[in-house]
């Protein structure tokens, strides 16, 4: 089924709020209805105050039996009236659709804003791989105005042009149809102009946001890893990447602006070209005696004032295009199908206690059909409370196949089951909740210790938060900070060091009291005391859960229930410590070399 254009598709955020949008509309109607007026009074006042002519027969008819309009200065004073209040009713109206437009887009970008986060985070691991940081913030950060540009720049300012047209060219082609059609000539033109226009528009205004979206993830990228460039004095380097990338911005934006001016001038000589055409045609025939002095300052009123309307078209014309191309970059996230969802018949079992299997797993990154094999026919059945720990060669497939536990992935073919029930219908809230998870690079999120701690569980209490930061042999240093447990961690962390932001991502898993455990490298960054220290804990921590490590320290995992070795994405021996030892493969071999070394 083919999807709807994407105006059409933006629209539909603005059509959910119906009553608001139609109220703005009225509103400025009624200020465009305050501007139409404008001219009609001096023309009553320059016929039929400074002439003789009768009034219109409009205006008698409204008249009525009354003689009042009989009396020059009194159809003076209500001229003069009728024109100061279409003066204070266009400037009022004006600001109140200023104010009432800012408040209901801001709600629209609100809206969108939310959506589009809400389905970022939906977005898998994967995802994040093809896209960069930065151009994902300057989409939901900027891109999400064209919603607001839709409403600001299109609706309203269209829907008012186009209202201010047809009852500016009814009262013209009352006075004189002719004149009023050569005025309406305009439209066609202005049509062929955006025909011509549309799309280097819509190509400038792409490569413009593509550079805009590149030029932001290399910057966020750089000040991420400012420590490092700085520590190999690499900033001239960096420096003449930050300028390719400002001058390639440059460029876009240059060519996008002179496109974009193009059309608007052309727009503008037009309407400014038909004007003078007016003029004149419209000067002959007053010459003439076809229309009076008034009828033709009503004209040249209008046809000043035909240029705002016009002019807002084709701004809104060009605007559209701008917007088409920004929310081309929303829509593509928005209708990204790269997440791991839950099925329509997914439930949440009761409880989890951890009895895991592999069955027959193969799982490659991109797609089955293009991708390779990260691993391979992985068959492993841990019991409920048993820790397992995975060793292997780096680029074995360690770290892809504890990810396939949280549902990072699913697997390319095969199973995975907890407690008998395929990880596909375990609802994933419900699943991820019964994981903890310790990183081999702990991310700490710009909050406190204490908040970091109970990210897990957002309802401990401080003794709860304590206990685990002291299972994790962190309580010590972290009482030892000017703020204790309140002590606000930098937004790179750089305020702690790397055992210590271990250890406080260790005591975050701990908290979360998950019936399954997942430490990634959980103590490389710990001195051997401290690491034993942990694993001592560890063990205390773990006599409940089903546990998986990963560590390259195989001194620590000695007591481990069952260790596996991979290679290649393939499982080649398993057993226990003694075991392996004892078969004299490749994990003897590995353990053997770092007793020596």
């Given at each position: 089924?083919?999807?709807?254009?994407?105006?059409?598709?933006?629209?539909?955020?603005?059509?959910?709020?119906?009553?608001?949008?139609?109220?703005?509309?009225?509103?400025?109607?009624?200020?465009?209805?305050?501007?139409?007026?404008?001219?009609?009074?001096?023309?009553?006042?320059?016929?039929?105050?400074?002439?003789?002519?009768?009034?219109?027969?409009?205006?008698i008819?409204?008249?009525?039996?009354?003689?009042?309009?009989?009396?020059?200065?009194?159809?003076?004073?209500?001229c003069?009236?009728?024109?100061?209040?279409?003066?204070?009713?266009?400037?009022?109206?004006a600001?109140?659709?200023?104010?009432?437009?800012?408040?209901?887009?801001?709600?629209?970008?609100?809206?969108?804003?939310i959506?589009?986060?809400?389905?970022?985070?939906?977005?898998?691991?994967?995802?994040?791989?093809?896209?960069?940081?930065?151009?994902?913030?300057?989409?939901?950060?900027?891109?999400?105005?064209?919603?607001?540009?839709?409403?600001?720049?299109?609706?309203?300012?269209?829907?008012?042009s186009?209202?201010?047209?047809?009852?500016?060219?009814y009262?013209?082609?009352?006075?004189?149809?002719?004149l009023?059609?050569?005025?309406?000539?305009?439209?066609?033109?202005l049509?062929?102009?955006?025909?011509?226009?549309?799309?280097?528009?819509?190509?400038t205004?792409?490569?413009?946001?593509?550079s805009?979206?590149?030029?932001?993830?290399?910057?966020?990228?750089?000040?991420?890893?400012m420590?490092?460039?700085?520590?190999?004095?690499?900033?001239?380097?960096?420096?003449?990447?930050?300028?390719?990338?400002?001058?390639?911005?440059?460029?876009?934006?240059?060519?996008a602006?002179?496109?974009?001016?193009?059309?608007?001038?052309?727009?503008?000589?037009?309407?400014?070209?038909?004007?003078?055409?007016?003029?004149?045609?419209?000067?002959?025939?007053?010459?003439?005696?076809?229309?009076?002095?008034?009828?033709?300052?009503v004209?040249?009123?209008y046809?000043?004032?035909?240029?705002?309307?016009?002019?807002?078209?084709?701004?809104?014309?060009?605007?559209?295009?701008?917007?088409?191309?920004?929310?081309?970059?929303?829509?593509?996230?928005?209708?990204?199908?790269?997440?791991?969802?839950?099925k329509?018949?997914?439930?949440?079992?009761?409880?989890?206690?951890?009895?895991?299997?592999?069955?027959?797993?193969?799982?490659?990154?991109?797609?089955?059909t293009?991708?390779?094999?990260t691993?391979?026919?992985?068959?492993?059945?841990?019991?409920?409370?048993?820790?397992?720990?995975?060793?292997?060669?780096?680029?074995?497939?360690?770290?892809?196949?504890?990810?396939?536990?949280?549902?990072?992935?699913?697997?390319?073919?095969?199973?995975?089951?907890?407690?008998?029930?395929?990880?596909?219908?375990?609802?994933?809230?419900?699943?991820?909740?019964?994981?903890?998870?310790?990183?081999?690079?702990?991310?700490?999120?710009?909050?406190?210790?204490?908040?970091?701690?109970?990210?897990?569980?957002?309802?401990?209490?401080?003794?709860?938060?304590?206990?685990?930061?002291?299972?994790?042999?962190?309580?010590?240093?972290?009482k030892?900070?000017?703020?204790?447990?309140?002590?606000?961690?930098?937004?790179?962390?750089?305020?702690?060091?790397?055992?210590?932001?271990?250890?406080?991502?260790?005591?975050?898993?701990?908290?979360?009291?998950?019936?399954?455990?997942?430490?990634?490298e959980?103590?490389?960054?710990?001195?051997?005391?401290?690491?034993?220290?942990?694993?001592?804990?560890?063990?205390?921590?773990?006599?409940?859960?089903?546990?998986?490590?990963?560590t390259?320290?195989?001194?620590?995992?000695?007591?481990?229930?069952?260790?596996?070795?991979?290679?290649?994405?393939?499982?080649?021996?398993?057993?226990?410590?003694?075991?392996?030892?004892?078969?004299?493969?490749?994990?003897?071999?590995?353990?053997?070399?770092?007793?020596?070394?």
């Amino acid at each position: 089924m083919k999807k709807p254009s994407l105006l059409l598709r933006l629209l539909r955020y603005v059509v959910s709020y119906k009553l608001k949008l139609s109220g703005l509309i009225l509103i400025a109607l009624v200020g465009v209805g305050f501007e139409v007026l404008k001219p009609l009074p001096v023309k009553i006042i320059i016929d039929s105050v400074l002439s003789s002519k009768p009034l219109p027969p409009l205006l008698i008819g409204l008249a009525g039996q009354s003689i009042w309009w009989a009396d020059k200065g009194a159809l003076l004073v209500g001229c003069l009236a009728v024109m100061a209040v279409s003066a204070a009713g266009s400037a009022l109206f004006a600001f109140w659709v200023t104010s009432f437009m800012a408040g209901f887009c801001q709600r629209l970008v609100t809206d969108l804003s939310i959506e589009l986060y809400h389905k970022l985070q939906q977005l898998s691991v994967t995802f994040y791989f093809k896209n960069k940081i930065g151009d994902l913030l300057q989409r939901l950060s900027s891109d999400v105005f064209v919603v607001y540009y839709l409403v600001a720049q299109i609706i309203v300012p269209a829907t008012s042009s186009l209202l201010s047209l047809g009852a500016m060219f009814y009262i013209m082609a009352c006075i004189n149809l002719e004149l009023a059609l050569v005025a309406l000539s305009v439209v066609p033109l202005l049509v062929i102009a955006l025909v011509v226009f549309t799309k280097p528009m819509e190509t400038t205004t792409d490569k413009q946001y593509q550079s805009f979206g590149n030029l932001s993830a290399f910057v966020q990228q750089s000040l991420a890893s400012m420590r490092v460039i700085q520590a190999f004095a690499r900033e001239s380097l960096m420096q003449k990447k930050m300028e390719t990338h400002v001058m390639e911005y440059n460029r876009a934006f240059l060519k996008a602006t002179q496109v974009s001016a193009g059309y608007n001038q052309l727009s503008a000589l037009i309407t400014g070209l038909v004007a003078v055409i007016v003029v004149g045609f419209g000067a002959h025939q007053g010459m003439n005696g076809v229309i009076s002095a008034g009828d033709l300052f009503v004209f040249l009123g209008y046809i000043t004032a035909l240029y705002g309307p016009v002019n807002s078209l084709s701004i809104a014309i060009g605007t559209s295009v701008v917007i088409s191309s920004r929310s081309k970059r929303l829509f593509d996230i928005l209708d990204s199908e790269e997440f791991v969802n839950d099925k329509p018949s997914s439930t949440a079992p009761a409880r989890l206690s951890g009895n895991i299997s592999f069955e027959n797993v193969d799982f490659g990154y991109g797609l089955r059909t293009s991708g390779k094999l990260t691993l391979r026919n992985i068959n492993l059945h841990v019991p409920a409370g048993k820790t397992v720990a995975i060793v292997g060669p780096t680029g074995a497939g360690k770290s892809s196949l504890i990810s396939l536990l949280s549902r990072f992935y699913d697997p390319w073919s095969g199973r995975i089951t907890i407690d008998g029930h395929d990880l596909r219908t375990i609802p994933l809230g419900f699943l991820r909740e019964n994981v903890a998870l310790v990183l081999q690079d702990p991310f700490l999120f710009p909050m406190t210790i204490s908040e970091n701690i109970a990210f897990g569980k957002p309802d401990a209490t401080p003794d709860e938060i304590r206990k685990a930061a002291q299972a994790a042999q962190a309580h010590d240093f972290i009482k030892k900070l000017p703020l204790g447990y309140d002590t606000p961690i930098t937004e790179t962390g750089t305020s702690l060091s790397g055992g210590e932001k271990q250890r406080i991502s260790l005591a975050r898993a701990f908290l979360k009291q998950a019936p399954i455990l997942i430490l990634d490298e959980p103590t490389s960054a710990l001195d051997a005391l401290t690491e034993a220290q942990v694993f001592a804990a560890l063990n205390k921590v773990a006599s409940e859960k089903t546990v998986f490590i990963i560590t390259h320290r195989l001194s620590a995992i000695k007591h481990a229930d069952l260790i596996i070795t991979l290679q290649d994405g393939a499982v080649v021996e398993s057993g226990t410590h003694q075991n392996l030892l004892a078969m004299g493969n490749t994990y003897a071999e590995m353990y053997n070399h770092q007793q020596i070394a």
